[in-house]
């Protein structure tokens, strides 16, 4: 089924540790993002990029890298993992010609820093 | 700075009842206004959007209003039924702009009782 697919859905992480959230999509969408979602905060946007080799960072880009080395793939790495990091990660992703014509988002990472 | 703001934080509705999200906006250079539905454990999913050329749009039991003058755009959900309730956003763009952002409102928690 065409797409946005992130992986994995659930992670919990000690203190310090890294790890790469995937997010892949086969709709050839130029445009893809992350989001992390917290209660009361809405979504936030993290980093994003409007085509291979073209990122950028978003509201809360601290302590998050991303590359995007080809249109499907869009990985988000934690390098150092803190508790303020625990939350619910979303991919996103859509055209940019007509930008705005909305958003297909993964179904999230749960993610938890203890 | 929150430049949607979304009200209210949370709505109970009988079922069979209106529901009635809004939300308000600062950049006058937004011209695309989405809103998603969001159920417990999956992604956001766009449910409408309305560009500022209309003044209402209707899709089945959901309709946006939009208001330039006041930079306001709110969502009615007629007959509300159980099967509503869910977690919704609204969200706005430049779509025209060279960075393609959402900006979400921080969402409206919808109950809709039996």
């Known amino acids: 089924n065409a797409g946005v697919t992130q992986t994995p859905k659930f992670q919990v992480l000690k203190t310090g540790q890294s790890m790469t959230l995937q997010c892949a999509q086969d709709?050839?969408?130029?445009?893809m993002s992350w989001y992390r979602q917290d209660p009361g905060m809405g979504l936030r946007l993290i980093h994003y990029?409007?085509?291979?080799?073209?990122?950028d960072q978003g509201e809360v880009p601290n302590g998050y890298n991303v590359s995007r080395s080809t249109t499907e793939d869009f990985p988000l790495r934690l390098l150092s993992a803190a508790p303020s990091q625990t939350s619910v990660y979303f991919c996103?992703?859509?055209?940019?010609?007509?930008?705005?014509?909305?958003?297909?988002f993964g179904s999230g990472t749960r993610l938890t820093v203890v | 700075q929150q430049q949607v703001k979304q009200s209210p934080q949370s709505l109970i509705v009988q079922k069979g009842g209106i529901s009635i999200i809004n939300c308000a906006y600062e950049?006058?250079?937004?011209?695309?206004f989405p809103w998603y539905q969001q159920f417990p454990g999956k992604g956001p999913a766009l449910l409408i959007a309305i560009r500022p050329d209309v003044s209402e749009k209707k899709e089945g039991r959901f309709t946006i209003s939009f208001n330039k003058s006041a930079k306001q755009f709110s969502l009615h959900i007629m007959d509300s039924q159980p099967g509503d309730s869910a977690t919704y956003f609204c969200a706005a763009t430049n779509s025209g702009g060279s960075n393609y952002k959402l900006t979400f409102g921080k969402g409206t928690l919808l109950t809709v009782n039996p």
């Open positions: 950049n006058t250079a937004f011209d695309y």
């Open positions: 990029s409007v085509g291979a080799g073209i990122t």
């Open positions: 709709m050839n969408h130029e445009y």
């Open positions: 996103a992703s859509s055209y940019v010609v007509g930008a705005g014509y909305g958003y297909t």
